[in-house]
């Protein structure tokens, strides 16, 4: 079936990205954003369900050929952040923006549920959209859908994120794994005030935090392989109530990234080891919290061959380039636990609109020419994958030390 990025509505999917732009909303709570979508897809006749997770938004086109099922994946949620970059789409929502490039991937779906759903005779298998909330917050919207089984008739799935190092049209996939592990790791630490003039009296919380912190530098230092793929840092720290009482409490927050399980399991152990050691050698008490939210990503290297194929058929191979592994982490890969995919990168930079900042930045900003590009990958991957003839490793991570409770406890 011949098809190119110009049948995608390129008009269509700028204003959607727009509309969410100007209407950002956070983690779960994404009433407006929900509904946008839901407008969106009874447009187009696509029928859809909200019961995997919460917040979320699952959609099927041509469900009754059920041999054969691909899904692709948009995440919605935007960032507690100021917009400083002026637009005339910029923010209307105080203190929160999409600085992330969701409100993109969720107009690229969108934009990709037409393209399919106007085909949609000529395509010999079934489409899942997934329209995924909160993998900017600290519990991941993706975890609760596979918990309530949202990829249990999912055969393999693909997920794009727009990508400020590549020039805007352009496209690529790391093969393999791509993206790490993440844990969230925070430690409560209760002391004894006094007076500042009487330290002896007291028990200093905020000792106890500085002690940690330099604990884990030099273990970090010291203790781990300087070749290993790894990121360990505690990178907020607070404490106190004014300038002359001791500290009665205090607060650390950090980050473990790993790519290998033993990395995350002997960093954790090691962290507990320290606080609990402190905690005792001073006098004061500790309580410390992990939340395991992303494992890494592993793009199956068959199907991103297969993709990269595809890529080449759309768009030609000078347009295609090689990714590198991130240190960033993705949600997406709890969907890779259950089935295989690959989580590729559309170029949005354009050095002459200015648009070259990084997410999570008051200033970001995404080249909206290149949107259609993503659509039309995900049209063009299915057209390419729809008879099944799929080869895929199957692989999934494993030996991460998994949440033991439902809810998130940061």
Known sequence: MKFSEKDIDKGTIIALRRELHQYPELAFDLPRTIALVKRELDKLGISYTEKFGKSSVVATINPEKDHFTIGIRADMDALPLEERRESDYQSKVPGKMHA??????????????????????QISCRIKLLFQPSEEGYQSGAELMVRDGVMDDIDIIIGQHVELALDSGKVGVCPGYSMPASRTVKIQLSGKPAHATQPQKGIDAIAMAFRIYGSVQLMVAREMDPLAR??????????????????????????????????????????????NNTASEIGGQVQLQSNLKCLPVYNDRKLSESWTQSAIKLL???????????????????YLTKKPGIFFRIGVRNEARGITVSPHNGYFDVDEDALPVGSAMCVQFVLDHMDGKVETEAVAAVGYRLNEIEEPIL
């Open 230 to 275: 790894f990121v360990c840092s505690f990178n907020k720290i607070s404490g106190g109530q004014t300038q002359n009482i001791i500290a009665e409490s205090a607060e650390l927050l950090g980050t473990i990234r790993s790519y290998e399980a033993e990395h995350d399991t002997y960093l954790l152990d090691r962290i507990t080891s320290i606080a």
């Open 316 to 334: 030609g191979s000078d347009r295609v380039e090689p990714m590198a592994m991130k240190m960033g982490s993705e949600d997406f890969s709890h």
């Open 100 to 121: 992330c490039g969701h409100d993109a991937h969720t107009a690229m779906l969108l934009g990709t549920a037409k393209a399919l759903q106007a085909m949609k005779d």
